[in-house]
């Protein structure tokens, strides 16, 4: 969070204003910030990140009963938001090496109902964008991103923001960058400005206009303010993240048994997460009890699979996904944000390899 003084006076003039929502000031200020930081020709700022896709697949304007393939190692927004659009997900597998949707699997599951491909930049790890654009021309498909993860990064030069027909982000209290809520769609056409904007505010285009049917998905003013605070110090930010992702993978990265994912190749991150596969003689649920009986909260990040989840289970088209449930079994995300101190990470790193070797003991917190 930025330092207290510092947003309470950015809000401050919201009280001489009144103006606390409807496309104010800052909501306006923060979007032409956003497109400028993520390096997008257009971007609508929506209340978050879930309804920035949801309207994002709406606008696109499927046929009701069409097929999006995508990947079930994910948060389950990402598939709500293509069934509360009235479409069929299909579940694709994905790879061993970034866990991100496996694009030499598509091409299987493409039938006359498909649509789209809605992949998921998994722990801003970036998924195979040429191949997956390859394949949605050659079949005349939309591709849309969920970069829920990915916020601020380049893929080979470019911002991520612009792969794809659209691209979302979030901007939940949790992730690199946040609005407290929010999140932005990010997208190529600036025809789809008007459309979006109309499905987040209701149709209405002037007082006594309503054009469409709509949702309400604004920014308000003070989440807003928050993110024009936080996107000041985005970068310093990242730099502690790198930090403190570098030191676990010089603490566990020779560990077997532990696998750490390096980043892809021609990648700038923004070391949001880091995710460990576990296997051999170090087990994801033990790590995780032993951890949390240290006061240590890791995150089994996915489990279960969207497509296992009892709301969509046995619901939609059957395939198989041996990688990701082994993934969805094995993998734990641990915990890493700016602020967290170097040796609170040698204690975790040693809680961790203690359970391999039988041995739970506390070990003592530092303050270094």
């Keep these: 969070m930025p330092d207290f003084e510092e947003y309470i006076a950015m809000i401050k003039p919201l009280w001489e204003s009144r103006h606390l929502t409807n496309m104010g000031q800052y909501h306006e200020r923060l979007e032409e910030m956003l497109k400028g930081y993520l390096e997008v020709p257009n971007a609508s ?5 879930h309804m920035a896709l949801e309207l994002t697949i709406q606008a ?7 097929e999006v393939i995508t990947t079930p190692f994910t948060f389950v927004s990402t598939t709500h938001a293509i069934v509360r659009n009235g479409l069929q997900p299909v579940f694709c597998d994905v790879k061993e090496g970034n866990y991100t949707i496996d694009e030499s699997k598509i ?11 809605l992949p998921v930049h998994i722990y801003g790890h970036i998924c195979s964008v040429d191949k997956i654009q390859e394949i949605a021309y050659k079949y005349g498909l939309k591709v849309i991103y969920d970069a829920a993860h990915a916020f601020g990064e380049r893929y080979k030069g470019v911002g991520v923001g612009n792969f794809g027909n659209a691209s979302i982000f979030s901007f939940h209290a949790t992730k690199v960058f946040h609005t407290i809520e929010g999140g932005i769609s990010c997208f190529q056409e600036r025809e789809l400005y008007e459309t979006l904007y109309n499905l987040k505010n209701f149709g209405i285009r002037s007082e006594e206009l309503t054009v469409s049917i709509g949702a309400n998905a604004k920014m308000d003013e003070f989440h807003a303010a928050m993110g024009i ?11 502690k993240r790198k930090r403190i992702f570098e030191a676990y993978h010089g603490l566990l990265g020779e560990e077997k048994g532990i696998c750490l994912l390096p980043y892809e190749k021609d990648l ?19 790590v995780y009890e032993v951890l949390r009986a240290h006061d240590v909260y890791p995150r089994k990040y996915f489990y279960p699979l969207t497509a296992d989840m009892a709301c969509f289970k046995n619901k939609y088209k059957q395939q198989p996904l041996e990688v990701a449930r082994e993934c969805s079994a094995k993998v734990l995300c641990f915990p890493i944000y700016p602020d967290l101190p170097l040796g609170e990470v040698e204690r975790i790193c040693h809680i961790i390899k203690e359970t391999k070797n039988g041995r739970q ?3 003592a917190k530092t303050d270094n």
């Design 229 to 239: 605070c936080n996107l000041k110090h985005i970068d310093d930010e990242i730099k």
């Design 45 to 49: 700022l929506m209340v978050n990140g």
């Design 361 to 363: 003991g506390v070990a």
């Design 268 to 286: 700038v991150p923004n070391y949001a997460y880091c995710p460990a596969l576990l296997t051999g003689s170090y087990d994801r649920d033990k």
């Design 107 to 117: 091409e299987d599951l493409i039938t006359e109902k498909t649509v789209a491909i």
């Design 60 to 66: 696109m304007n499927f046929p009701a009963g069409s």
